[in-house]
């Protein structure tokens, strides 16, 4: 008898049509937050589930007793309670890898985006501002030859290191738990605390994961000591920043400005203060956004739910003490 999935995410033509071939199929368009009627009524006969964007709490996981693993379409689990799916015998996988390139891609996207205000002067052409030629007022920061600051030097901070370094012949910085000899000798990179970090680099980018120890990382200690000229990117996850504070600190002026893709709270509201500061570039969360990305997180989760399914260990297993 095939397997029931629970899609909760749209797949291409082909990828939909690998996964009707295993199994059943029942597709729940975009559930809300406010709205998971649909997916509770699913949850009961679900052997596997394929999305992302959902925090799938204790009280939905009550309702699919027969679940076996959740293929998740992202890299980040912070969606997930991973101690409790593993004792639930629950599988979790992820999409590693095939995001990091094109995550890093994003990133320097912000660095440069706010760096040369590109969004800003750009609206202002829009807008048919443009009457002559720009002087000091409108003038951005250089990117080349800064020092590049990275928090969290796993895959997509590597990516970070490389732009940085090869394109932008920029000193990096980087702090993790600890040194990364390759990475030091590759990026001519040098590992130091996050104060350090903080103090000395022009562009701070986070690129850590969601987790108890990292909710909050950066406060308002932390914002007072970047210096003034330095710029914030966030690309890992918005609850990484306090972000009163960060809006406090922009607000002042005591950074030059940041570059968010992510936010405490997503989407953003209409009426978050930082969308009144013109030292901010905000974007909706499009790390991995691009055709080709999505499309091979899709058939990389695809992968993981169908062997997981076939009774396989899965691909990109990420609570692996659930197999013991
Ligand atoms: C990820 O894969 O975790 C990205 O942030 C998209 O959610």
Known sequence: MKKHVVLYKKLSPALLAKLQDAADVTFIDEPKRDNLQRLREALPSADGLLGAS???DPALLDLAPKLKAIASVSVGVDNYDLDDL???GV????TPDVLTETTADTGFALVLATARRVVE???LVKAGQWTRSVGPAHYGTDVHG???GIVGMGRIGEALAQRGHFGFGMPILYHSHSPKPAVDQRFAAQHCSLDDLLARADFVCLTLPLTPQTEGLIGTRELGLMKPGAILINISRGKVVDEAALIETLRHRRIRGAGLDVFEREPLNHDSPLLKLD???ATPHIGSATEETREAMAACALDNLLAALRG???GNLVNPAVLK
Not at 91 to 94: A, G, H, K, Y
């Open 54 to 56: 959902i925090k799938l």
């Open 86 to 88: 593993t004792r639930r």
């Open 91 to 94: 599988m979790l996988c992820n």
């Open 121 to 123: 002067l750009a609206s």
């Open 146 to 148: 800064k020092t590049l």
């Open 279 to 281: 030292n901010v570039v």
């Open 312 to 314: 396989e260990r899965p």
